[in-house]
């Protein structure tokens, strides 16, 4: 169980860099392309990810992938994917909290 829940986080988490790579293609072409989604990709391995150096713990974690995820929403639903954004923010907010409630 715990191996299905942290296998769809990690696609959660890489479907955000697809995402923020296609906005930022779309911002500043390939510049946008590759820089948005490799300072999502810092940020998220030092302070969110299992075994970031400096994870943010509780309160501050929760805020932090809520935002994270949040974000990455609202950017497929500017983009006009709506459907897509309500699902993903469903599933990725869904996984968050059960992680959160079942500690892992």
């Known amino acids: 169980m715990i191996f299905f829940i942290m296998a769809s986080r990690f696609i959660c988490e890489i479907v955000a860099l697809i995402i923020f790579g296609r906005w930022g293609f779309l911002q500043g072409k390939i510049v946008g392309a590759i820089g948005v989604p490799l300072v ?7 302070f969110g990810s299992p075994k970031a150096p400096y994870k943010l713990q509780g309160f501050y ?5 809520f935002f994270l995820f949040g974000v990455v929403s609202y950017i497929l639903y500017r983009l006009g994917y709506t459907p897509f954004a309500l699902i993903y923010f469903v599933i990725a907010f869904g996984i968050s909290i059960f992680i959160q409630v079942m500690d892992i």
Do not use: C, P, Q
């Not at 999502?40 to 030092?46: F, G, K, Q, R």
């Not at 974690?61 to 992938?65: A, L």
């Open 40 to 46: 999502v990709a810092v940020i998220w391995t030092l």
């Open 61 to 65: 974690g929760t805020v932090f992938e």
